[in-house]
Nanobody
Framework: VQLQAFGGGLVQAGGSLRLSCVLS????????MGWFRQAPGKEHEFVAA????????YYADSVKGRFTISRDNAKNTVYLQMNSLKPEDTAVYYC??????????????????WGKGTQVTVSS
């Protein structure tokens, strides 16, 4: 099983980036997918999640209105479109897969697979 994330980089504040993550080795459409991030010296933070069929999405308050999560089950890929980026968005971003829930406050929260991170750096 492999989760491979792409699309990180360096961008100026106010700019945009799109992250992609491909799941291989499992049936992608059976998994809820999500993104987390970790900034230097800070704890792992939930960013966004999307249900297996794309019907439900969830966002951290800090990114609501700026980030959009989506998925393409035909391509086994989940995306994170990040607009109006801020320096505080600088972090390593990780994609994750779950058969239950990726929302940390959910009772059934459990991450089954983690991807390797991709660095996002936002300059001021």
């Amino acid at each position: 099983v492999q989760l491979q994330a792409f699309g990180g980089g360096l961008v100026q504040a106010g700019g945009s980036l799109r992250l992609s993550c491909v799941l291989s080795g499992r049936t992608f459409s059976m998994y809820n997918m999500g993104w987390f991030r970790q900034a230097p010296g800070k704890e792992h933070e939930f960013v966004a999640a999307i249900s297996w069929n794309g019907g439900s999405t969830y966002y951290a308050d800090s990114v609501k209105g700026r980030f959009t999560i989506s998925r393409d089950n035909a391509k086994n890929t989940v995306y994170l479109q990040m607009n109006s980026l801020k320096p505080e968005d600088t972090a390593v971003y990780y994609c994750a897969a779950s058969r239950t829930s990726l929302v940390p406050t959910a009772i059934e929260y459990e991450i089954h697979y983690w991807g390797k991170g991709t660095q996002v750096t936002v300059s001021s």
